[in-house]
């Protein structure tokens, strides 16, 4: 399934925008600056990984319930569905 919404370019930007907290992170650590400076950017920079991921697995459901709507195999559609939201919340 391919990843297509109204929202992509607010995603992309998103992206890009954690992209650069990323960097400023790799460079923060190339630095030796305080790890306590550190952690609290990687933090910032996972919540907003799981912001970005839950717009994502909000259009992945929405399309789900279209494909299981306009009568789709309901039983595999749903599985899909179920599968990405454990994969997706599961905590590492």
């Not at 990984?49 to 839950?54: H, I, K, L, P, Q």
């Amino acid at each position: 399934m391919t990843f297509e919404t109204k929202d992509n370019e607010a995603i992309i930007r998103r992206l890009r925008r954690i992209e650069g907290q990323v960097k400023g992170i790799q460079k923060m650590v190339e630095e030796g600056k305080y790890c306590g400076d550190i952690l609290i950017q990687i933090a910032a920079v996972r919540a907003a990984m799981n912001s970005v991921g839950g717009l994502i697995l909000e259009n992945h459901m929405k399309d789900c319930l279209k494909k299981y709507l306009d009568g789709a195999a309901e039983d595999q559609v749903l599985d899909d569905l179920v599968d990405t939201m454990i994969k997706y919340t599961k905590q590492n």
